[in-house]
């Protein structure tokens, strides 16, 4: 078989974007890409992982590797693995029976001699994570699109959630946000409701003049439904100006997030233990003071010694110290790759 080129393939694969890096043992970065969405629910496994296998073999090539990849035969697989480990960290890897097929079928693919598929929470825990030392407790809540957390524990032991959505309990995270923000703005217009601001500032984000308007047009396609994220943004500015509503769904967001971490420190038995918060996704890493200082006070009061910590980096750097710890490169590679992202943030 040869020498594989690189250490790791690290992947972070999210709802909305991709990114790809070829990593050697000493925590450079080879080659880098960034492609779209990673959606196995909407458009099944198989057409999932053959658009991941798009946007690798870019990386590759930006590595200055060809290893026989085709972009236009997403199926194609390379002469040679490109990697020793792949730690692919995917969005909708919710269940460990997830992860189990996902990482089956990356296996076939041949991009590495071994792999290791976790959800995407997992490489935002592991960034907010030190690199030096043995391994750490520390739980992650992820809120952005979505809501989710993860724990783990310094012998091995991991607390999660189910996360897909209504289904399985949550609230919030931008997607959540904006449907509730909707849905008091509807019923504050047609009387059913508590009056409040929202019901004239979603639908003039968009130039409307009224919240029928706005619902007229998501229901008919005049404006797509993935704009609906642009709404979380007006909830915020409307809860920061003393909304009753807005600011009583933007402490709701908080109470979710606060009780998250603290029951998966509990499940953990990390409540009287000093440990890590890593917060990560768009909507806890803004610092919007109402939902930030709410937070802050409630992680306070249910688990004083734990510490909040946001991540704003891109969560392949994650994926990348998942890879670099399995390969056992210690403290320099991690500090190496964590400088490569250093200043750069998820969305960039």
């Not at 012998?155 to 449907?179: I, K, Q």
């Amino acid at each position: 078989m040869g020498l594989t080129p690189a250490a790791a393939l690290a992947v972070d694969a999210g709802n909305s974007k991709t990114d790809v890096a070829l990593v050697s043992a000493d925590g450079t970065v080879l080659g880098s890409a960034r492609g779209g969405g990673f959606r196995p629910p909407e458009t099944g496994a198989g057409a999932a992982v053959a658009s991941l296998a798009r946007t690798v073999a870019r990386a590759a090539r930006d590595a200055g590797l060809d290893a026989g990849l085709d972009t236009a035969e997403p199926d194609a697989r390379p002469g040679i693995p490109l990697a020793g480990h792949v730690s692919a960290c995917l969005a909708n890897a919710d269940l460990p029976r997830e992860e189990r097929e996902l990482a089956e079928r990356i296996d076939d693919v041949g991009w590495g001699r071994t792999v290791r598929v976790a959800n995407d929470t997992f490489a935002i825990l592991r960034a907010g994570l030190p690199d030096d030392g043995p391994p750490r407790n520390g739980v992650a809540v992820v809120c952005g699109a979505g809501i989710n957390c993860a724990g783990v524990t310094a012998d091995g032991r991991v607390h999660r959630f189910p996360a897909v959505g209504r289904l399985s309990g949550d609230w919030g995270g931008g997607g959540g946000l904006a449907e509730e923000a909707l849905w008091h703005a509807a019923r504050a217009e047609d009387g059913r409701g508590e009056d409040t601001e929202l019901a004239r500032a979603l639908p003039a984000h968009f130039g409307l003049p009224s919240m029928y308007a706005l619902i007229e047009a998501f229901h008919l396609g005049g404006l797509p439904g993935g704009r609906r994220h642009e709404l979380v943004p007006v909830l915020f500015a409307v809860a920061a100006r003393g909304d009753a509503v807005a600011r009583c769904l933007v402490h709701r967001q908080a109470e979710e997030i606060a009780v998250m971490a603290s029951v998966a420190l509990e499940r953990l038995d990390l409540l009287g233990t000093e440990v890590p918060v890593v917060l990560g996704g768009g909507v806890a890493t803004a610092r919007h003071p109402l939902l930030h200082d709410r937070l802050l006070a409630l992680l306070a009061e249910r688990a004083p010694l734990a510490t909040a910590h946001l991540v704003t980096a891109p969560p392949v750097l994650g994926a990348g110290l998942l890879a670099l710890d399995r390969l056992g490169a210690g403290p320099v590679p991690c500090a190496r790759l964590r400088a490569h992202y250093a200043g750069r943030t998820a969305g960039a």
